[in-house]
Structure formats: C-alpha cells, structure tokens
C-alpha cells in the first residue's frame, strides 16, 4: 500500500525521488499543499492507474528535473483547492505503491519551498517542469483546476497527453505550453470552459502539437492560440466553438500556427482565423469559419495567412477573408469562396501594403459590401 506523505513531510502525497520508483492503483490523492503524485530528479517514476488526485495545492500530477510519471485514467480535481485535513494516499479499493529508491528529504523539500514560490504554475492538473515527463494515458481528465488543466513549462519539459483527454473548467488554460515546454496531445482531446484560452502555447522554443479531431469548446479566450514566438499545430478537423476571442489565432514576430485540413471556427466573437503582428497562419484544405464575430480569415498588422482550397466563409459578422494594414498578406486557395456577409465583403484588401491574393474559381454570394474589393490602397491580386 502506498504510504502518504512519507517522501516528503506531508507536502505530497506521494514523490518518487533519488532514482526512486512508485506505483499506484485505485487510490485517491488528497489535499496535499504541494501535489498528489510527483516524481523529481534524474530517474525518479512516478506511475498510476484508476487514480484521483484532489485537492492538491501545486498540481495533481507533477514530473520535474528529470522524473518521469505515467498515468492511465486519472483524474486531477480542484488543484490549486485545499479542502481536506488529511494528506495521504488513500486506497478506493486496492493500491500498489512503493518507493524503492533512497528518499533523500532535504533534496525533496528543498524542491518543494521552491515550487510553493512558483505561484505561475500552481494549481494545475497534469504538470511537466523543468526537464520532466509526463505521460498521461488515454482518458485523463482535469477538472476544475485553480490553474491550467494540462501544463509544460520550461526546457525539456515535456508533456504527452493521450486520447480523449478532457480538461473541463481550469481557471486559466485548458491545455497551455510555455518556455520552451513541449507538449503532444493524441486525438480528440477536449478543452472546455477555461477562463482562458482552450488550447495555448507562448514563447520561442515551445512547441504544442493537438491531434486530429482536438475541441475547444466556450473557452474564456481563444479556441487554439500561439503567441510570443511559439509554434501550435491542430490536426484535422479540429474545433473550436464558443469562445470569447478568436478560433484559432497567432500573434507577434516569430509565433506559426498550422491548422490541418476540415477543421472549424464556429461563434468565435474575435473571429475564425487570426493572424497579427508578424506571426504566420496556414490552414490547410476544407477549413470552415461560420457565424464568427468579427471576419472568417484575417491577416492584420503584418501578419501572414495562406488558406488552402476550398476553405469556406460563411455569415460572420464582419468580413469573410480580409487583409489588413501595412505587410500584411492573405493567400486565398482555389475554390475558396465567402458568403452572407450582410455586413462586410467577401473578399477584402484594406491600408496601405495590405495584399490579398486570390486563388483560381473563388466564388462570393449575398456579401452586402460586395464580393472582392480594395479600400485605402489596399491591393488584390
């Protein structure tokens, strides 16, 4: 049976340190200051199964500086929400846990002060720090986290998420990638109801890559989201529906953001696809914005956007496919078409530098602006 707090004074559950290993099944993870299962330094494993971690203060599952977790169907509850007296690892039926490594308590708690300080990152479900691993299964879930659901931070941290990964009501992100933090997320994951953004990476060197079918679903901010250097791919047929700013959106000098083919913006108040202040956007064939605020596709600010055949706009409120202001560049793919924009154009070009360039047998329908036009020297080609 596993024993609770013992690596580390009651700040966790249960830590695997020192080259240590320990496993768990069927048990409940509760109200720990630090986490539920963490795994620290160079060889340390950390491993579970059918496991619930709740009401954990710095995160529910944690590999960091080296330690490696791996989970299946787990579920981190309310990180960030100490609510319970007691700390330990409580079997719900039977439990296999054991650290056969040398638990080195100075080292462990030396590590645990510094992550209390680390208020940026506490509070969330499922956490790679550092230089840690984590891979959670098919099937893990993170709900209602003080922070983000699913979290990597820092070089060489990686994050894997497998199938069907839900992460329901975060208070800031669903799934969220920063400082050169990795994180690869299988297909159809879910982020739903975060205060922020659904799916997020920001800073150069960080990458997160969403499988085919991902959603994002009446999230605070965006849908899918690359800022400040960083790289997000969203396989196919990706969604994103609801959300308060734009579906799929990048911004600022360096940020790319590839979006596979059949994927949708839908009800986005910022609009379908985005682009601003230097980043680059491709969407790739098939892709749909419908009933956006805001227009389908925009290039603004010197940012890039190339849409791929056949990608469709349809009753947004403003635009259907739009360049905007000095340097900034859409290429619309064959067989691109816009309709019922009651407002706006079809197709726009608008300031000073902005180029929008048309691909073969576009075609425009019931836009009350027109179907492609050029306003304030903007240029259609």
Avoid at 186 to 196: I, L, M, N, P, T
């Amino acid at each position: 049976m596993a024993a609770g707090g013992a690596g580390a004074e009651k700040g966790s559950c249960a830590v695997a340190s020192g080259g240590g290993s320990l496993a768990l099944q069927d048990c409940r993870l509760v109200g720990a200051p630090c986490c539920g299962l963490a795994a620290t330094g160079l060889g340390s494993r950390g491993a579970a199964v059918l496991t619930v971690a709740r009401h954990n203060g710095t995160a529910g599952f944690l590999a960091v500086s080296g330690g490696t977790v791996g989970l299946q169907a787990c579920h981190a509850e309310e990180s960030g929400y100490i609510r319970e007296a007691a700390v330990g690892a409580v079997p719900a039926s039977a439990a296999d846990g054991h650290n056969n490594g040398p638990s080195d308590k100075k080292a462990v708690n030396n590590w645990l002060h510094t992550a209390y300080n680390e208020v940026w990152y506490s509070g969330c479900g499922f956490a790679s720090v550092q230089g840690g691993l984590l891979n959670a299964g098919d099937g893990c879930v993170a709900a209602g986290c003080k922070r983000d659901g699913f979290f990597a931070l820092g070089q060489g941290a990686q994050l894997r998420a497998g199938k069907g990964c839900w992460s329901v009501d975060s208070g800031r992100a669903g799934f969220w990638a920063e400082r050169g933090g990795a994180m690869a997320l299988g297909e159809r994951c879910v982020a739903q109801g975060s205060r922020s953004d659904g799916f997020i990476a920001m800073g150069a060197d960080t990458e997160l890559a969403a499988g085919a079918g991902c959603r994002a679903l009446g999230n605070g901010f965006g849908g899918f989201t690359a800022r400040a250097g960083a790289a997000l791919t969203a396989g196919a047929g990706c969604e994103a529906q609801g959300n308060g700013g734009a579906g799929f959106a990048t911004a600022q000098r360096g940020s790319r953001l590839l979006v596979g083919p059949r994927s949708r913006a839908g009800g986005n108040p910022g609009g379908g696809f985005r682009v601003e202040t230097g980043a680059s956007l491709a969407v790739l064939h098939g892709c749909e914005a419908a009933d956006n605020g805001g227009s389908g596709f925009t290039a603004c600010s010197g940012g890039q956007l190339e849409a791929g055949e056949g990608c469709a706009a349809a009753g947004n409120k403003e635009h259907g496919f739009v360049a905007r202001g000095a340097s900034s560049k859409l290429i619309a793919g064959k067989d691109c078409r816009a309709v019922r924009h009651e407002q706006g154009w079809g197709f726009l070009a608008t300031g000073d530098g902005a180029v929008l360039i048309l691909g073969n047998r576009w075609s425009v329908e019931q836009n009350g602006c027109g179907g492609a036009g050029a306003e304030m020297q903007g240029t259609i080609l």
